[in-house]
């Protein structure tokens, strides 16, 4: 939501193809992210929208196009590939909380592990984000022993612990109660306003509406449409945008 | 038909009897530690992205499983040792403790890491994701993540594969070195083979396996992950 100055994008996807065998599931995709931009992509189940956040951190490897974060080219392996993805978050439909870690202890294993802060830092800092994201009297329980809600607010957390330049997303409330969608969403909410980049695939048009600068329509691996939240939800100008939203709007 | 029910055997070779059983133990213990540390290795290497570490892993696991172990004892030391003198000491005794144990844990290790490699596939692959999302290496991901959780869940099986070694030592006699089973094997020599003789040492492979098969279970259970 913030302005920021500097104009060059954090990222910018240009043509990308990705196939998973015969399925051609992301096709000529072009998107740029600019800094401290949250971006909504929305569309119906298939069409490559968590295919294209993966790529982002490059979980998944795309077959062709190109992808530059922060000026410099995705790096293919190794090191490097490491260091990318230390400075892009990510936050999964699942939570995916290492199980057999404590709440504390998942929120410091990457400072430590990967920047190579120390333990009383790590904690420190790891405490005060837990206490942010309402969890901190959680912090030296066992990921099993917490809600859906309260799981996926402590993945925020450790995303945020690394410092990450943009957090990305998968549909985070996609697996919850509905009584806990709205804690959830309020975090995220929260690290909009702080000037987060985040690239966010989830069918929740109020966050979309609240947070969201721009909303992307993905359908059958193709970028459909781009638009403002409002311009989108009320005004639609595809076909297949305007069907996708009026089966979403009916439940 | 007295000296078939006689005991007295077992009391008067009580020292040698549990000197045999010192060296079970030793052999055990040592070449589990070995194994589950190669295990460990063969399993990093059979799930690596690099081709050639799969496949040596692969390998090594296919060749070590469907050999018996008499087989690569015999290579241990008769061929590796004997023939093509590859002596660990100078004392023969010492030599064939060692080669003993390069043979079973060499052998042992290939079922540890297919015991791992089950355990593995049981981690959810979001566990790995998450690792490799916050900017773990493969390394660090399969060492702090995927393994921990691993060795949880196959702790019941790697203490059948603990309780199968430990039965296993009796083949060393074939490498030359004197265990629990080759004091049985002398004592039906000098006082016939009698059922005592027989009980006894059936008891003794009980008193150590058994408790192993408990502990395990119990630690199987301690140190389940929950999801
Ligand atoms: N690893 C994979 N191997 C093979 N096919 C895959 C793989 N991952 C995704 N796909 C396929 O690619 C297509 C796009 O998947 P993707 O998960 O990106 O869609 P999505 O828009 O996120 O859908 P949803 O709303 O259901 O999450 C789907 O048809 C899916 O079955
Ligand atoms: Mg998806």
Not at chain 1, 138 to 145: E, G
Not at chain 1, 206 to 224: C, K
């Amino acid at each position: 939501m913030t302005e920021n100055g500097d104009a060059t994008p954090l990222v910018r996807v240009e043509n990308v193809n990705k196939s998973f065998g015969a399925l051609h599931v992301l096709k000529d995709i072009n998107l740029t992210v600019s800094r401290g931009e949250v971006v909504v992509v929305i569309g119906p189940s298939g069409g490559g929208k968590s295919t294209l956040c993966r790529a982002l951190n490059r979980l998944e490897a795309i077959d062709s196009g190109s992808i530059v974060f922060d000026g410099k080219p995705l790096p293919a392996e190794g090191r490097a590939l490491a260091r990318l993805r230390s400075d892009v978050g990510m936050v999964f439909q699942s939570f995916n909380l290492f199980a057999h870690k404590t709440i504390i202890d998942n929120v410091t294993l990457g400072p430590i592990k990967v920047r190579g802060v120390s333990r009383e830092q790590a904690e420190r800092r790891g405490m005060e984000l837990l206490e942010r994201v309402g969890i901190a009297s959680q912090a030296h329980k066992y990921p099993a022993q917490l809600s859906g809600g309260q799981q996926q607010r402590v993945a925020i957390a450790r995303a945020l612990a690394m410092e990450p330049k943009m957090i990305l997303f998968d549909e985070p409330t996609s697996a919850l109660d509905p009584e806990m969608v709205q804690e959830v969403l309020d975090v995220m909410i929260g690290l909009a306003r702080d000037g987060m980049t985040m690239v966010v695939v989830t069918h929740e048009m109020g966050f979309a509406r609240r947070a969201a600068n721009r909303v992307v329509f993905m359908s059958d691996g193709q970028i459909v449409e781009e638009n403002t939240p409002d311009e989108f939800f009320t005004n639609a100008r595809t076909d297949r945008a305007k069907d996708f939203l009026s089966k979403i709007l009916t439940h | 038909m007295e000296s078939l029910l006689d005991f007295g055997p077992l009391v008067q070779e009580f020292a040698t009897i549990l000197a045999g059983f010192w060296s079970t133990i030793r052999l055990t213990v040592m070449s589990a530690v070995l194994a589950l540390v190669l295990g460990t290795v063969l399993v990093a290497m059979r799930v690596s992205p690099t081709p050639v570490l799969r496949s040596v892993g692969t390998f090594y696991v296919n060749i070590l499983r469907n050999t018996p172990l008499t087989l690569v004892l015999l290579l241990c030391a008769l061929g590796l040792s004997d023939t093509l003198q590859l002596t660990l000491s100078r004392d023969p005794g010492i030599n064939y403790y060692w080669w003993a144990i390069a043979g079973l844990s060499a052998y042992t290790a290939a079922f540890v890491c297919e015991a791992l490699r089950a355990g593995i596939n049981t981690v959810p692959v979001g566990q790995a994701e998450a690792a490799r999302a916050i900017g773990l290496t493969f390394t660090q991901s399969l060492r702090l993540i995927v393994l921990p959780q691993a060795f949880r869940s196959v702790i019941a099986p790697l203490g059948s594969i603990l309780i199968a070694l430990t039965k296993n030592t009796t083949i060393v006699i074939v490498a030359g070195y004197i265990e629990a089973s080759a004091v049985m094997k002398q004592m039906f020599d000098d006082y016939g083979g009698t059922l005592p003789i027989f009980l006894g040492f059936a008891a003794g492979y009980m008193v150590l396996t058994l408790p192993t098969g408990f502990f395990f279970g119990w630690l199987a259970r301690r140190l389940a992950v929950v999801r």
